[in-house]
């Protein structure tokens, strides 16, 4: 978002600077520095002597005829302070500075994670395996009661057939 700065330069008398008393800004934003000059054109500083931290903007010099914008991009990401904007004119003559409060920028809203859907219902894990079992002893008993030998192999086929399911469903 781009933060206007405006500064008056020739307004009360020659290479008079009129600033503002202080200037907010988050990280990322752009402060946007206009310059209006009311009076004859002049050479004129800005300057950031301790704003290394917060922007790469260091010192523009320009000759200034009636209007300018120079922008200053702040660094996203970085934490809450200040830094002050110096403002030269009269070949060092005449300065103003213009302090500038860095703050964190706004949170952004997070959407609520979407509740999982609940998970089908099964059968618990530890009942399978129990059933299996049961079902084995029950036909070898049959077995061992009748004496047919399909009730043994039914009991066996269960048996493997137990193994590989636990094995095929296992987590």
Same mark, same amino acid.
């Given at each position: 978002?781009? &933060?206007?700065?405006?500064?008056?330069?020739?307004?009360?008398?020659?290479?008079?600077?009129?600033?503002?008393?202080? %200037?907010?800004?988050?990280?990322?934003?752009?402060?946007?520095?206009?310059?209006?000059?009311? $009076?004859?054109?002049?050479?004129?500083?800005?300057?950031?002597?301790?704003?290394?931290?917060?922007?790469?903007?260091?010192?523009?010099?320009?000759?200034?005829?009636? @209007?300018?914008? %120079?922008?200053?991009? &702040?660094?996203?990401?970085?934490?809450? $302070?200040?830094?002050?904007?110096?403002?030269?004119?009269? *070949?060092?003559?005449?300065?103003?500075? #213009?302090? #500038?409060?860095?703050?964190?920028?706004?949170?952004?809203?997070?959407?609520?994670?979407?509740?999982?859907?609940?998970?089908?219902?099964?059968?618990?894990?530890?009942?399978?395996? @129990?059933?299996? %079992?049961?079902?084995?002893?029950?036909?070898? &008993? &049959? *077995?061992?009661?009748?004496?047919?030998?399909? @009730?043994?192999?039914?009991? @066996?086929?269960?048996?493997?057939?137990?193994?590989?399911?636990?094995? *095929?469903?296992?987590?």
């Amino acid at each position: 978002m781009d &933060i206007p700065c405006e500064i008056r330069l020739n307004a009360r008398s020659i290479h008079s600077i009129d600033l503002p008393g202080s %200037i907010e800004a988050a990280a990322g934003d752009t402060l946007l520095i206009r310059l209006i000059n009311q $009076g004859s054109p002049l050479h004129l500083t800005l300057t950031t002597s301790n704003a290394v931290r917060f922007t790469d903007f260091s010192h523009e010099n320009l000759f200034l005829d009636r @209007f300018d914008e %120079i922008p200053v991009p &702040i660094k996203p990401g970085v934490f809450p $302070g200040t830094f002050d904007i110096t403002a030269i004119t009269g *070949y060092g003559a005449n300065r103003a500075t #213009v302090q #500038v409060f860095v703050r964190e920028p706004p949170a952004a809203e997070t959407p609520e994670p979407e509740m999982p859907a609940p998970p089908e219902p099964r059968l618990p894990v530890s009942v399978i395996p @129990f059933a299996v %079992i049961a079902v084995a002893a029950l036909l070898f &008993i &049959i *077995y061992a009661a009748t004496g047919i030998i399909a @009730f043994e192999a039914a009991a @066996f086929v269960v048996l493997v057939v137990g193994v590989l399911s636990a094995w *095929y469903f296992r987590r």
